[in-house]
């Protein structure tokens, strides 16, 4: 039976990748690897938590004992004698449906859609769940490697996509509507609506160099300068927090070089497909409709690597970073996810708030 490394499960990414029309819905969907799924677990249980008993947290054993049971039963191994916590079911149905708001896929999902699209296929045939379990797991760490793909990674965070969607058009409203138009004093977001702001503005600057930038290398570039300033804005430039962000952000700028560079040459070698006879309409789309697309690819493969990467071994320190004081800069994904509830309808439409305003002056008329 074949080792199971890193390499193993980058070449099952691509195969993902390759036939992608007929395993998912996007081309842009995005993977998680190991640490991005434990990662993601641990949020939904403290929201399960949340849910139950109001409190937005979840001890460091819930996470690992769960883990190890979500591991088996989506890989369909044997359970029965396996310890699981309260409200599984719960837990399992918030992990699914915060990966779908995010349009991602964990690598079990991956793992087992191209099992069933290329079933006859050999390579396929001699990866095994247990494989993937012990790799997810940590049991194995890049062995017979042909390259070394672990590498630091960036900082990322992860939004569901209801939750942005408030934010947002809670920014949008105060930005564009004015007075008539801000929410009620009583709106929880309204304590937070500088950092509201930056991060709605930090969101359009990327999407800005997305637009209007159509060269990959040069876009991607500015995408890391634009993520790093973020990162260490307030920060004494000497610390060894904004030195370690900005290696990473030069290392980052070379894979993504190298990465567009492979696709160039990829390009090169496929230019009979494209239609003598039509090279400027060709040109024109790829220039404008399709401006940014370069990037993103490029993007996404930089991400695909990152989720080919081995399991973090220190499960504390990836989970609970600022709460155990590990690391003096270092953010738990728990503190960065505990926010206000927003209050529902408390942004009427604007129909509805000139009818009562109309209601409103008739009464005092009587």
Request: glycine share 4%; with cysteine; charged share 25%.
């Amino acid at each position: 039976m074949a080792v199971f490394n890193q390499k193993s499960v980058l070449d099952m990414i691509k195969e993902f990748r390759k036939n992608w029309r007929a395993l998912c819905n996007s081309e842009r969907t995005t993977l998680c690897g190991a640490d991005s799924m434990l990662l993601a677990l641990q949020l939904s249980m403290a929201e399960n938590n949340k849910q139950h008993s109001g409190e937005f947290t979840v001890s460091l054993s819930d996470v690992l004992l769960t883990w190890k049971y979500l591991l088996h039963e989506k890989l369909n191994l044997p359970v029965e004698n396996m310890d699981v916590t309260d409200h599984y079911e719960d837990v399992r149905k918030i992990y699914d449906d915060f990966l779908k708001n995010s349009n991602m896929l964990d690598l079990i999902d991956v793992y087992q859609k191209c099992r069933a699209l290329t079933s006859n296929c050999e390579n396929y045939n001699t990866i095994s769940p247990s494989q993937l379990l012990d790799f997810l797991s940590g049991k194995q760490y890049a062995v017979g490697d042909e390259t070394d793909l672990s590498i630091p990674t960036s900082p990322t965070s992860k939004y569901n996509h209801d939750n942005e969607k408030v934010a947002t058009s809670f920014i949008r409203t105060i930005e564009l509507g004015g007075k008539g138009y801000a929410p009620p004093p009583s709106d929880p977001l309204r304590t937070h609506v500088k950092g509201l702001s930056n991060f709605i503005n930090f969101i359009d600057k990327l999407d800005e160099i997305l637009g209007e930038i159509p060269n990959p290398s040069i876009a991607g570039g500015q995408i890391l300068s634009v993520i790093k300033m973020q990162l260490i804005k307030g920060q004494n430039s000497r610390d060894p927090f904004c030195k370690a962000i900005e290696e990473v952000a030069q290392d980052l700028d070379l894979r993504i070089k190298s990465i567009i560079n492979s696709q160039e040459g990829v390009v090169a070698l496929s230019t009979t497909d494209i239609s003598p006879a039509r090279p400027k309409s060709h040109a024109i789309n790829h220039g404008t409709a399709y401006c940014g697309r370069d990037t993103v690819k490029a993007l996404l493969v930089l991400l695909d690597e990152e989720a080919a990467n081995a399991p973090t071994k220190n499960k504390a320190e990836l989970l609970y970073d600022e709460e155990n004081t590990i690391h003096r800069h270092g953010t738990s994904i728990l503190t960065l996810f505990r926010s206000p509830t927003q209050v529902n309808n408390s942004i009427k439409p604007l129909r509805e708030r000139i009818c009562m305003s109309m209601q409103e002056k008739k009464i005092k008329r009587v």
